[in-house]
């Protein structure tokens, strides 16, 4: 794999060596790290502009998808292109005052984004388990506040980890190096703090919001049985009081035209025989909800008399509507308690977030992970650095496609982004009232 050993500065003494690869194996090397640094930028910045242009996205949640696209799109921009320069060549080539600022921005970085997969599985654990407290309390304020938080808490821990702890970043072994020693206590203690805890703490939640998501599945498809079922009876119900509607006029007709057509006297009768048909017929307690069936005497006692008392007094037809509106009323009551059992389980666009931040969170885990116990091995174990050197390029490249592949898991599982994605690319951001664009599909 190497052709020979040369140095970083061949024209000074005191140079650090160079490992000087094929030409072949260099060319692919800086392929990789040219994709990889161009997706990681170009594609966070599309995320990036579109939760921050379109006015629909602007939730808490895409709040925290940007936050951790703006770490990614740093990590592209700042640390990367210094990155795998440092690896492909191993030599520093910045000067020696930009390696604390590159460690200092490259271990904060890292933890931010740790930090922001830590607040996004809260915020999914609230929202799946418990959507009236996230519904209530989870704002935008509250956001952009967990957002400043997480960044500062990062740059004061990375500040004090490299310069309070007694950790030394080396620059002066000789020309081209850049490195941060410290004691291996202090790095279990980090490597604890940054990585293994915040994982630990994510895979729990996860768990927890998988097993609720899975309990609300099984209520939905019960509550659309149920659903289709009472749809059913209405249905029938109301092709049944059509029908005896019509019976029932149809016994008001006859009996106006047998009581006025013989004698004029009996006409009298029509104007008292009517609430009778109508009380025979139509029992108004039937219209109460069933969770009130303990009115139902009470009621059709006061509903008959007031039935007589109106058609006697020839307001029948004006105060009728008190009737209709008490039915609907109570329809009203039950249609609020059906939606009040329905708010109890989450929209089904906060599960589908949940699964698509999970996938996030699984691929940081999966991409990161080897990187960490590779270093871990190297704490405890005496291992040569030059015959890892190969394992350590390939697990660092691995660790840097988490910066890339967010934005292709947001193409893959959100229409609206790949909508946004097609409005940037034709220029339609620029039309008037483009930021109030429908970006969800009905």
Known sequence: MYSERSYCFPDKNASCPKLVRRT?????????????????????????ITVSYFRQLHTPTNFFVVSLAVA??????????VQ??????????????FCPYYMTYFYCLIFVSVLNLVIVS??????????????????????????????????????????????????????????????????????????????????????????????????????????????????????????????????????????????????????????????LFYPCVKLIDSNLTYHRKSERVFYLTFYFFLHKT??????????????INLMMEETKLAHSKKTQL??????????????????????CSPGFLLILVQMFFSIDLETITPVQLALIYLSSVNCCIDPIIYAFFYPWFRKSIKMMVTLEIFKSSSSMTSLFSN
Request: proline letters at 2%; aromatic letters at 16%.
């Open 24 to 48: 072949e194996i260099s060319v692919i090397l800086y392929l990789f790290a040219v994709i990889l640094i161009v997706v990681a930028v170009f594609g966070n910045l599309f995320v990036i």
């Open 84 to 97: 795998f320069f440092t690896l492909i060549d191993y030599c520093w080539y910045f000067g020696d005052a």
């Open 314 to 327: 020839g307001t029948f037809s004006v105060n009728n509507n008190f009737l209709h509106v008490k039915a």
């Open 72 to 81: 990614d799109f740093l990590n592209g921009l700042l640390i990367m292109p």
């Open 346 to 367: 989450p929209k089904s666009s906060e599960r589908k977030a949940a699964k698509t931040l999970g996938v996030v969170v699984i691929a940081f885990i999966m991409l």
């Open 122 to 279: 809260f915020d999914r654990y609230f929202a799946v388990c418990n959507p009236f407290f996230y519904s209530r309390y989870v704002k935008k304020s509250v956001a952009g506040t967990c957002i400043i938080f997480i960044w500062l808490l990062a740059f004061l821990y990375t500040y004090a980890f490299i310069y309070h702890t007694g950790g030394s970043v080396i620059t002066d072994w000789c020309v081209g190096m850049c490195a941060f020693l410290h004691y291996n206590n202090w790095w279990i203690a980090h490597y604890v703090v940054t990585f293994l805890l915040p994982m630990m703490l994510i895979i729990c939640l996860y768990s927890v919001i998988f097993v609720t998501a899975r309990r609300h599945v099984k209520a939905i498809n019960c509550m659309i049985q149920e659903t289709k079922s009472a749809d059913s009876k209405k249905t029938q119900l109301s092709k049944s009081s059509e029908r005896k509607a019509a019976k029932t006029i149809g016994i008001v007709v006859i009996a106006f035209i047998v009581l006025c057509s013989p004698v004029i006297y009996l006409s009298t009768v029509n104007c008292s025989i009517d609430p009778m048909i109508y009380c």
